[in-house]
């Protein structure tokens, strides 16, 4: 699906009550299981943990536009998700992402559960060209795996990127990654607790 429009790109930053960790987690597995098989416009959701510390969560939404967001804000499973989160969520912090590039695997993705994906969460400070020329890098490159470059910042000074991975899996593109990246780089590793996202979402702003 290559996506001619910019894209809702969100991230949520949960620290959550240790004592109702897996309440959370079923009821993320209930919303993103749900809308991913009813909702066509929720185009990707990530729920994970910063590795090692279970309280502290990041979750990572795609919308094809704000219509299909509402479709979900709507939905019975996101209501019954609100629920649980206003009783679990201790601190609660809300990013607008402007997507730059976005690129998903080939396959349609619905995992929960056990299972050994990661997502490498690199956040960098950078001028606007000199990521362009990376977006237009990736663009070029013929390596496969689900990737996000966004701005953080209105500015587009400060940006993110997420690359998912296996287990013990190396960066795939790390290299073009730091010919952009200034050494205030810093990069978190968070385990996929739940994720479901389409195949072959492909976004690149030229702007």
Same mark, same amino acid.
């Given at each position: ?50 590795? &090692? +510390?279970?309280?502290?969560?990041? @979750? ?5 536009? %704000?219509? !299909?967001? =509402?479709?979900?804000?709507? *939905? ?5 998700? &609100? +629920?649980?989160?206003?009783?679990? @969520? ?5 990013? %607008?992402? !402007?997507? =730059?590039?976005?690129?998903? *695997? ?102």
């Amino acid at each position: 699906m290559r996506l001619t429009e910019i894209p809702i790109l969100r991230m949520y930053h949960l620290t959550i009550d240790e004592s109702q960790r897996e309440v959370f987690e079923t009821a993320g597995v209930q919303n993103l299981l749900t809308s991913h098989q009813n909702e066509i416009g929720t185009l990707a959701m990530y729920a994970t943990h910063l590795n &090692g +510390q279970e309280t502290e969560n990041y @979750v990572f939404e795609l919308y094809q536009d %704000e219509s !299909q967001y =509402q479709i979900h804000a709507n *939905s019975s499973q996101f209501k019954a998700y &609100g +629920q649980v989160a206003q009783k679990v @969520v201790k601190d609660k912090g809300l990013q %607008e992402l !402007q997507p =730059q590039y976005i690129q998903t *695997s080939n396959s349609n993705m619905a995992v929960s559960g056990q299972n050994d994906y990661f997502i490498e969460l690199t956040t960098f400070t950078s001028p606007s060209d000199t990521v362009q020329k990376l977006v237009e890098k990736l663009a070029k490159t013929s390596i496969s795996g689900t990737y996000y470059v966004a701005a953080v910042d209105a500015v587009k000074k400060q940006w993110l990127c997420l690359e998912l991975l296996r287990e013990n899996q190396v960066s795939q593109i790390s290299s073009i990654l730091d010919q952009a990246i200034s050494s205030d780089r810093i990069t978190k590793l968070l385990k996929v607790d739940t994720m479901v996202s389409q195949a072959n979402i492909g976004f690149e702003n030229s702007h």
